[in-house]
């Protein structure tokens, strides 16, 4: 129990460090311990400066996020490349899952009135990937994919993962020949029902860059049939506030707003997910252009009407 809540406080100590410089801009040592003391983390205990000293090692390694000294003046520190925090990577994902993990342990007291979202994947499987994509090793999985009710045994050679809509993917290529030559596929983590990671070594192609394998897709599906394009959205006024404050994706533009509607602009593949996801906001928002996407939402909103009716 000691250790835990050791280990726990440690890590509230460093968030408490970045959040309380990242939110100064700039900050003295002598501040910084103004600060802390204020607060019921310290427990009225300054922090010596070889403790400080040490925690922004670890902070680097544990965060990747590098507290630096202007080295004159009044030796503020201040956090090297900030702006990356605000990024959607993987630096700021560690940072606000640590924030966010920090804030629910502190808060057992009222546990009963923290109610979260279950994430059924990643749990069994990310760590072993992540632990098999630094060594670049193939993996032996058995999958049983959402559309065959059959599972498969096969090896594969993973490239990367990504999270959407609380689910975890796995983008790998199979060894076997026939699929291989087809390029690297997606895999759900709640649909592996077995994996081991085998003495197989491959090697990443050079030209190959996840962000490159996603570049214009609005979630999971990187279906190059479908060319990126301009969409041209239009949302009603109150669903615009929602969509203003949640992006449904890094290119959107608001090129238009009055107290009726906004109309927001978007460049990227009209897969079937994000087809998906202007569905789920209904009769709030109207596809105006690509005519294509247009009439796809009009004959599935058809087939719903035709169920329905009745």
Same mark, same amino acid.
């Given at each position: ?55 922004? /090692? ?5 965060? =990747?996020?590098? %507290?630096?000294?202007?080295? *004159?003046?009044?030796?503020? &520190? ?97 060894? /076997? ?5 087809? =390029?690297?596929? %997606?895999?759900?983590?709640? *649909?592996?029902?077995?994996? &081991? ?114």
């Amino acid at each position: 129990m000691v250790n835990n809540d050791r280990g726990q406080s440690l890590i509230t100590k460093y968030v408490w460090v970045i959040e309380t410089i990242y939110n100064a801009g700039m900050i003295s040592f002598k501040e910084l311990n103004k600060r802390w003391l204020r607060d019921e983390i310290s427990r009225g205990v300054e922090i010596p400066k070889r403790t400080f000293d040490n925690w922004r /090692y670890v902070i680097f390694d544990m965060f =990747g996020i590098n %507290i630096e000294n202007e080295q *004159r003046g009044e030796y503020r &520190y201040y956090i090297e490349h900030e702006e990356d925090i605000s990024k959607n990577g993987l630096r700021s994902w560690l940072y606000n899952t640590f924030c966010v993990s920090n804030a629910l342990a502190n808060s057992q007291s009222i546990k009963d009135r923290i109610i979260l979202e279950y994430v059924p994947s990643g749990q069994n499987y990310l760590q072993p990937i992540i632990e098999a994509m630094k060594e670049n090793r193939v993996l032996n999985i058995t999958y049983h994919s959402y559309w065959k009710d059959e599972e498969n045994n096969f090896d594969v050679q993973p490239y990367c993962v990504k999270l959407f809509r609380q689910r975890w993917y796995l983008v790998a290529r199979s060894t /076997y020949s026939y699929y291989y030559d087809k =390029g690297p596929r %997606i895999y759900s983590l709640d *649909r592996i029902h077995d994996l &081991y990671t085998t003495d197989e070594t491959f090697e990443l192609p050079k030209n190959w860059n996840a962000e490159d394998f996603f570049d214009s897709c609005f979630g999971i599906i990187a279906d190059q049939r479908f060319e990126p394009q301009k969409v041209k959205l239009k949302v009603s006024a109150g669903q615009a506030n929602y969509i203003r404050d949640l992006m449904l994706h890094e290119t959107q533009e608001e090129i238009e707003k009055n107290d009726e509607y906004s109309i927001f602009t978007y460049y990227l593949r009209p897969s079937y997910d994000f087809i998906q996801e202007i569905l789920w906001h209904g009769a709030d928002v109207e596809v105006l252009e690509p005519l294509s996407l247009r009439q796809d939402i009009a004959n599935i909103v058809e087939q719903l009407h035709k169920k329905y009716k009745k």
